[in-house]
């Protein structure tokens, strides 16, 4: 399958440490990538780079063809002005480990807000459409609560239904249940499973590893910096090679609710 999200040799110095150390991935369109690893591994980081949040030092990321927050101009290339790394951000949704909601807006306006400012879409076309987006992740009835009225699993679909307001070509989800009591995670991981469904192309970081030996198409293992494990699931987590992969995967499946 060609390519929707390519990341070809991606190096990413954070202060002092080299983060990432050479990543290679891929995805296809409308595939589901599971990104799995140890605390300090660079998952979050390779999500960052992937949506211009922050650039590649070496190596660059390719998403449905273009080139991500560099061009090439007579030769060289050059880190993208803000504007243009804000159309991009734009295409790209993303979802963190603690919501993000805005606490003074009602649920209905964290859903509208970007649409309406950034892709200048009217308030009753961002209406329209975030509550269609409410009714997909069952939460119809409290377009006019605010987040902390919400519990975290409601508010963390509700953050879902913000990211695919902007009608992403490519979700990013980084930890999406690690901030959930354990009762809530099932309602969270229901949600992205319909988007799994409906052909969304998705990286998701987890630690959740039988969600991801069920929902995956492509399981990848990062270890200290680089991709040591990548395939499809019952290869990666049946039969992983690295060694690292190996006592990562033993612990990660032993006491899963352990995990940071
Ligand atoms: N601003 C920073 N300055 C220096 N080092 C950083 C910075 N942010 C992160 N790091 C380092 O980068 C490494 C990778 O961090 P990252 O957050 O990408 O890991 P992770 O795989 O997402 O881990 P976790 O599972 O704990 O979320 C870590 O060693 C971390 O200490
Ligand atoms: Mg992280």
């Known amino acids: ?67 991500i927050g560099a061009e090439e101009k007579g030769g060289a290339w050059y880190r993208m002005g803000e504007r243009a790394l804000s159309a991009q951000r734009a295409e790209i949704g993303m979802v963190f480990q603690n919501f993000n909601l805005f606490p ?34 069952g939460l119809s009835e409290k377009e006019g609560a605010y987040p902390k009225q919400l519990s975290g699993g409601q508010q963390q679909r509700i953050a879902i239904a913000r990211a695919l307001a902007m009608r992403p070509k490519l979700m990013l989800f980084d930890e999406p249940t690690s901030a959930l009591d354990p009762h809530l995670v099932g309602e969270v991981l229901e949600v992205i499973r319909g988007l799994a469904a409906s052909g969304m192309t998705m990286i998701i970081v987890t630690h959740e590893v039988q969600f991801a030996r069920e929902i995956a198409d492509r399981v990848a293992v990062m270890v200290d910096g680089v991709i040591a494990e990548y395939g499809p699931p019952g290869e990666v987590l049946a039969r992983p090679n690295d060694p690292r992969v190996r006592s990562f995967l033993s612990r990660a499946l032993r006491e899963p609710e352990m995990q940071p």
């Open 1 to 67: 399958m060609e390519a929707f999200v390519r990341i070809t040799e991606v190096w990413k110095t954070r202060g002092r440490n080299v983060v990432l150390k050479g990543v290679d991935m891929e995805a296809g369109k409308g595939q589901v990538v599971c990104l799995l690893g140890p605390s300090g591994a660079g998952k979050s980081t390779l999500l960052r780079c992937i949506n211009a949040l922050e650039s590649c030092d070496k190596g660059i990321i390719h998403v449905d063809g273009v080139a």
């Open 104 to 137: 003074h807006m009602t649920v209905l306006r964290n859903i509208t807000d970007a649409p309406m400012r950034v892709r200048g879409e009217t308030r009753a076309v961002a209406e329209a459409h975030a509550r269609e987006l409410l009714a997909r992740v």
